[in-house]
Nanobody, 127 residues
Framework: DVQLVESGGRSVQVGGSLRLSCAAS????????MGWFRQAPGKEREGLAA???????AYAGGVRPRFTISKDNAKNTLFLQMTSLKPEDSAMYYC?????????????????????RGQGTQVTVSS
């Protein structure tokens, strides 16, 4: 199976930066796509960015250039670098994975539907 464990979330001031990490373990064939989505209280899940095993990346509109997804294959770790954080970025951030070799994904809607997700890490941005 697949286990995803997020870390790195914390409280930060407006304009600050954070790097979220996701330690992945399990069957690599079930993690062709890995991504991040977030959910704020009372709001829908919002897909942010994903990266495929071949290095292809996909970003939801408006995410770049503040957010960047990357992966350390040797350490089986996924990252989300976030800069110039705003109060509206406050949310629970989740790591996710899916085995399908999808192309031309629509990140905002598809990433939250990936088969596997972690427990989340909280990001709070305050002024």
């Amino acid at each position: 199976d697949v286990q995803l464990v997020e870390s790195g979330g914390r409280s930060v001031q407006v304009g600050g930066s954070l790097r979220l990490s996701c330690a992945a373990s399990g069957d690599p064939s079930k993690m062709w796509w890995m991504g991040w989505f977030r959910q704020a209280p009372g709001k829908e899940r919002e897909g942010l960015a994903a990266i495929a095993a071949d290095g292809t990346t996909a970003y939801a509109g408006g995410v770049r250039p503040r957010f960047t997804i990357s992966k350390d294959n040797a350490k089986n770790t996924l990252f989300l670098q976030m800069t110039s954080l705003k109060p509206e970025d406050s949310a629970m951030y989740y790591c996710s994975a899916d085995p399908l070799h999808m192309t031309n994904i629509h990140p905002a809607s598809v990433i939250p539907l990936f088969d596997y997700r972690g427990q989340g890490t909280q990001v709070t941005v305050s002024s």
